[in-house]
């Protein structure tokens, strides 16, 4: 009766311990699955993350190039503005037809470098006739100052055709014109914005 008895004993705990296991491994197996979900999702995430984050970058470096451009061009126009007041600026202030005749013949001389070192002597021989007693140190001085800051020697002209017609009589306007022509000349290869400068000066005096 014992062996009997002991038989349907250890089949039962057998039947009791089975399912056990079974749902244990079935619990790990969904929570393994679970897990892959999670870190498909994580990865997916950062996968969109990423991706966002380098439009965000090139975004920015054009935007940024962009407004780098943006502030050089208004730079540059402010810094053109600024040239051009203080040019103005010093253009009129001169209200002296021999003056502004000295301030002309330098402008039109830094047209070219070539002729640079001689322009001084030049210009100092041409004016003097034409410069007031004890003045013309103070006005070569002044003139070859404020002709750095002239970009265009036309600009001179323009500003001054009307002190010129004012107070120069015809042969006056003919020696201002003589003048520059001796100055253009100092270099065997006058600029081309030389001859402009030449042409508008003709131009202005004519009556």
């Known amino acids: 009766m014992s062996y009997r008895l002991a038989i349907p004993m250890n089949m039962s705990l057998v039947r009791h311990c089975q399912p056990d ?4 491994r079935c619990a790990i197996f969904a929570w393994g699955r ?3 979900h999670i870190l498909g999702l994580l990865v997916a995430v950062i996968a969109g993350a990423g991706v966002w ?3 965000y970058k090139m975004l920015r470096d054009v935007g940024g190039e962009v407004l780098d451009a943006v502030g050089r061009a208004q730079g540059a126009f402010r810094t053109r503005n600024f040239r051009n007041k203080a040019e103005a600026s010093v253009l009129n202030a001169v209200d002296d037809p021999a003056l ?5 013949l330098f402008s039109l001389s830094n047209e070219n470098s070539a002729g640079e070192h001689l322009a001084e002597p030049e210009i100092r021989r041409q004016v003097e006739a034409i410069v007031p007693a004890g003045k013309l140190d103070e006005f070569i001085a002044y003139a070859s100052w404020a002709a750095r800051g002239v970009v265009d020697s036309r ?3 323009r500003r001054f055709k009307p002190l ?3 107070h120069l009589d015809a042969a006056e306007r003919d020696q201002l014109i003589d003048m520059a ?3 253009v000349a100092l270099t065997a290869k006058p600029e081309h914005s030389q001859a402009m400068a030449l042409d508008a000066l003709r131009t202005a005096l004519t009556p």
């Open 164 to 166: 010129w017609r004012q």
């Open 34 to 36: 679970i897990a892959m």
């Open 100 to 104: 502004a005749a000295t301030l002309f």
């Open 21 to 24: 296991r079974m749902m244990e």
């Open 181 to 183: 022509e001796a100055v």
């Open 53 to 55: 984050y380098w439009r």
């Open 155 to 157: 600009d001179c002209v």
